[in-house]
Protein backbone atom coordinates (compact mmCIF):
# COMPACT_ATOMS: atom_id res chain seq x y z
CA UNK A 1 0.00 0.00 0.00
CA UNK A 2 2.62 1.97 1.08
CA UNK A 3 4.63 1.63 -2.58
CA UNK A 4 1.46 1.99 -4.51
CA UNK A 5 0.00 5.37 -2.26
CA UNK A 6 4.09 6.84 -2.98
CA UNK A 7 4.09 6.10 -6.62
CA UNK A 8 0.49 7.62 -6.76
CA UNK A 9 1.68 10.91 -5.12
CA UNK A 10 4.75 11.62 -6.97
CA UNK A 11 3.55 11.08 -10.35
CA UNK A 12 0.82 13.47 -9.76
CA UNK A 13 3.55 15.78 -7.58
CA UNK A 14 5.78 15.41 -10.93
CA UNK A 15 3.29 16.63 -13.67
CA UNK A 16 2.12 19.71 -10.95
CA UNK A 17 5.96 20.93 -10.65
CA UNK A 18 6.20 20.66 -14.55
CA UNK A 19 3.29 22.47 -14.86
CA UNK A 20 4.35 25.03 -12.17
CA UNK A 21 8.08 25.19 -14.01
CA UNK A 22 6.02 25.87 -17.27
CA UNK A 23 3.99 28.69 -15.86
CA UNK A 24 0.71 27.00 -15.86
CA UNK A 25 0.23 26.22 -12.33
CA UNK A 26 1.11 28.68 -9.05
CA UNK A 27 3.83 27.39 -6.35
CA UNK A 28 1.03 27.71 -3.98
CA UNK A 29 -1.52 25.47 -5.81
CA UNK A 30 1.79 22.85 -6.24
CA UNK A 31 2.03 23.80 -1.96
CA UNK A 32 -1.51 22.59 -1.36
CA UNK A 33 -1.40 19.82 -3.64
CA UNK A 34 1.93 18.61 -1.94
CA UNK A 35 0.41 18.74 1.55
CA UNK A 36 -2.91 17.62 0.65
CA UNK A 37 -0.80 14.24 -0.49
CA UNK A 38 0.09 14.26 3.11
CA UNK A 39 -2.93 15.21 4.56
CA UNK A 40 -5.86 13.97 2.65
CA UNK A 41 -4.48 11.72 0.63
CA UNK A 42 -3.35 9.97 3.99
CA UNK A 43 0.19 9.76 3.34
CA UNK A 44 1.15 11.27 6.57
CA UNK A 45 -1.23 9.32 8.43
CA UNK A 46 0.20 6.44 7.12
CA UNK A 47 3.74 7.40 7.47
CA UNK A 48 3.09 7.87 11.49
CA UNK A 49 1.57 4.34 11.37
CA UNK A 50 4.03 2.83 10.26
CA UNK A 51 6.95 4.52 11.96
CA UNK A 52 4.66 3.66 15.05
CA UNK A 53 4.15 0.41 14.55
CA UNK A 54 7.87 -0.29 14.28
CA UNK A 55 7.49 -0.70 10.26
CA UNK A 56 10.42 1.68 9.11
CA UNK A 57 11.71 -0.22 6.16
CA UNK A 58 8.43 0.53 4.77
CA UNK A 59 8.70 3.38 4.66
CA UNK A 60 11.85 2.84 1.86
CA UNK A 61 9.50 2.84 -0.70
CA UNK A 62 8.22 5.87 -0.18
CA UNK A 63 11.71 7.58 0.29
CA UNK A 64 12.58 6.07 -2.81
CA UNK A 65 10.02 7.20 -4.98
CA UNK A 66 10.53 10.81 -3.78
CA UNK A 67 14.17 10.79 -4.13
CA UNK A 68 13.45 9.30 -7.49
CA UNK A 69 11.17 11.98 -8.90
CA UNK A 70 13.39 14.32 -7.20
CA UNK A 71 16.37 13.30 -9.34
CA UNK A 72 14.06 13.35 -12.57
CA UNK A 73 12.58 16.74 -12.22
CA UNK A 74 16.32 18.25 -11.42
CA UNK A 75 18.52 19.28 -14.36
CA UNK A 76 21.72 18.14 -12.52
CA UNK A 77 19.97 14.64 -11.25
CA UNK A 78 21.13 14.03 -7.77
CA UNK A 79 24.16 16.65 -7.76
CA UNK A 80 21.64 19.40 -7.42
CA UNK A 81 21.79 19.79 -3.65
CA UNK A 82 19.60 22.61 -3.82
CA UNK A 83 16.34 21.19 -4.89
CA UNK A 84 16.78 17.71 -2.36
CA UNK A 85 16.92 20.56 0.06
CA UNK A 86 13.97 22.16 -0.64
CA UNK A 87 12.17 18.77 -1.39
CA UNK A 88 13.63 17.86 2.02
CA UNK A 89 11.66 21.08 3.98
CA UNK A 90 8.88 20.73 1.64
CA UNK A 91 8.03 17.36 2.51
CA UNK A 92 8.56 17.86 6.35
CA UNK A 93 6.67 20.79 6.31
CA UNK A 94 3.74 18.85 4.80
CA UNK A 95 4.26 15.68 7.10
CA UNK A 96 4.54 18.40 10.09
CA UNK A 97 1.08 19.85 8.66
CA UNK A 98 -0.68 16.63 8.49
CA UNK A 99 0.14 15.13 12.18
CA UNK A 100 -0.29 18.66 14.21
CA UNK A 101 -0.87 21.64 12.02
CA UNK A 102 -4.21 22.40 13.21
CA UNK A 103 -3.39 22.40 16.69
CA UNK A 104 -0.12 24.05 16.37
CA UNK A 105 -1.77 26.91 14.09
CA UNK A 106 -4.38 27.52 16.59
CA UNK A 107 -2.00 27.81 19.75
CA UNK A 108 0.36 30.16 17.92
CA UNK A 109 -2.69 31.77 16.67
CA UNK A 110 -1.91 32.03 13.31
CA UNK A 111 -4.10 31.28 10.18
CA UNK A 112 -4.60 27.32 9.59
CA UNK A 113 -3.11 27.87 6.01
CA UNK A 114 0.24 29.68 7.50
CA UNK A 115 2.52 26.74 6.61
CA UNK A 116 1.01 26.36 2.90
CA UNK A 117 1.63 29.86 2.75
CA UNK A 118 5.10 29.80 3.84
CA UNK A 119 5.48 26.59 1.32
CA UNK A 120 4.45 28.29 -1.72
CA UNK A 121 6.99 31.14 -0.90
CA UNK A 122 9.34 28.18 -0.96
CA UNK A 123 8.55 26.64 -4.20
CA UNK A 124 8.83 29.83 -6.16
CA UNK A 125 12.24 28.86 -6.85
CA UNK A 126 10.70 25.96 -9.15
CA UNK A 127 8.80 28.67 -11.41
Known amino acids: MAEYLAQKICITI ?4 ARTQDGDMLPRQ ?3 LIFDSFDQEGAG ?6 LLSGNEDALDPIVETIHALVDDISQDGHADTEL ?3 TLEIMLM ?3 DALMGGPLSAALGLPRETGRIIAGHRLRRLA
Open 30 to 32: LAD
Open 94 to 96: ALG
Open 45 to 50: ALASWM
Open 14 to 17: GEAV
Open 84 to 86: HEL
